[in-house]
């Protein structure tokens, strides 16, 4: 159980164009979801919160215009990689818990999507 | 904000032989604990966790250890297979629902 379906796996696109990723929880309702961006040989660090039904709460130094969220569902938050640049190539990774009332829980992933700015 | 480009820290141990991954923890505030396995390509998988109000916890083949006093974490292997090979990161629940990767090591197993 508590299986994140992201999409795509991949993708390569021109730059200032945008990039739609998709996140999707199959199997629970997810009131909240979490977008990660990682970059080679690094940590993942957190971009921002997806809540669903309302704006998304990002952390210092992320773009809100640059990197818009949408969590219209409960099983489904979206990512736009608005004007996407080379340094905006990254792996981006969505996450959420089983259990949304419970923070001692642990977060399940997507299988991430690697973004390729040319 | 982005951490340094740093190289991952590196484990390499021998096939049978048991790993320890140690991760030091910014927040004295944060109350629960997790360690992830990362592979190549893939979305980190969840291995154990631990509360605050604990200092160690085991599962299969895996224990983990909490020493709050010094803010350090670890993860024990038991009998480390070619398949633990991956990136081990720590993360920790700094408060509310978020939760903050701290920086990864490299786990090789020789065969």
């Known amino acids: 159980g508590a299986v994140v379906s992201q999409h795509p796996s991949r993708v390569i696109c021109k730059s200032g164009t945008s990039v739609k990723i998709e996140c999707r929880s199959l199997?629970?309702?997810?009131?909240?979801m979490f977008w990660y961006r990682q970059f080679p040989k690094q940590s993942l660090m957190l971009m921002a919160t997806?809540?669903?039904?309302?704006?998304?709460?990002?952390e210092q130094g992320v773009e809100k215009d640059k990197f818009l969220i949408n969590h219209a569902s409960l099983t489904l938050s979206t990512l736009t990689v608005t004007s996407a640049h080379p340094e905006d190539s990254s792996f981006y990774i969505c996450?959420?818990?089983?259990?949304?009332?419970?923070?001692?829980?642990?977060?399940?992933f997507g299988n991430g999507t690697r973004l390729t700015v040319t | 904000g982005e951490s340094v480009g740093l190289h991952l820290p590196t484990l390499s141990v021998q096939e049978g032989d048991n790993s320890i991954i140690n991760c030091a923890y910014s927040n004295s505030a944060s109350d629960y604990f997790i360690w992830y396995k990362q592979e190549s390509g893939k979305g980190p998988q969840f291995i154990i966790d631990?509360?605050?109000?604990?200092d160690k916890r085991q599962g299969q083949r895996v224990t983990v250890l909490l020493n709050k006093t010094v803010k350090h974490l670890s993860l024990q292997i038991a009998a480390t297979q070619p398949g633990d090979s991956a990136v081990y990161f720590c993360?920790?629940?700094?408060?509310?629902?978020?939760?903050?990767f701290g920086a990864g090591t490299r786990l090789f197993v020789k065969a």
């Open positions: 993360a920790e629940n700094t408060g509310g629902f978020k939760t903050i």
């Open positions: 631990i509360r605050s109000n604990m």
């Open positions: 199997d629970f309702q997810a009131t909240t």
């Open positions: 996450s959420a818990r089983a259990n949304n009332f419970s923070y001692n829980s642990p977060l399940h």
């Open positions: 997806s809540n669903e039904g309302s704006k998304a709460t990002y």
